[in-house]
């Protein structure tokens, strides 16, 4: 199983991105799925996970700005966050749990900054 995960950059405070995450691999079962994120000098911390049915938790801090979707068919997934901050800046890192096993993407950096 390998996660391929794309969409980060640098974006102004107030900014929107898109990051996006795709399982490879046929006939996966994914469970869940999710976002953690790291910034420097800090901990990884969980931005949002997804179930297979559908059920969302958000990190408190990016409540309201954040949604995270998925396509199981496709075993995709996606965070689409908005009104970003600084503070937001970080190394995202996508994850889907896959046979009681937790699978890891590479990690894409995202820099809030004017």
């Known amino acids: 199983v390998q996660l391929q995960a794309s969409g980060g950059g640098l974006v102004q405070p107030g900014g929107s991105l898109r990051l996006s995450c795709a399982a490879s691999?046929?006939?996966?079962?994914?469970?869940?799925m999710g976002w953690y994120r790291q910034a420097p000098g800090k901990q990884r911390e969980v931005v949002a996970t997804?179930?297979?049915?559908?059920?969302?938790i958000y990190a408190d801090s990016v409540k309201g700005r954040v949604t995270i979707s998925r396509d199981n068919a496709k075993n995709t997934v996606d965070l689409q966050m908005n009104s970003l901050k600084p503070e937001d800046t970080a190394v995202y890192y996508c994850?889907?749990?896959?046979?009681?096993?937790?699978?890891w993407g590479q990690g894409t950096l995202v820099t809030v900054s004017s």
């Open positions: 994850y889907i749990v896959y046979l009681n096993g937790v699978y």
């Open positions: 997804i179930t297979r049915g559908g059920s969302t």
């Open positions: 691999g046929s006939g996966l079962w994914v469970s869940d």
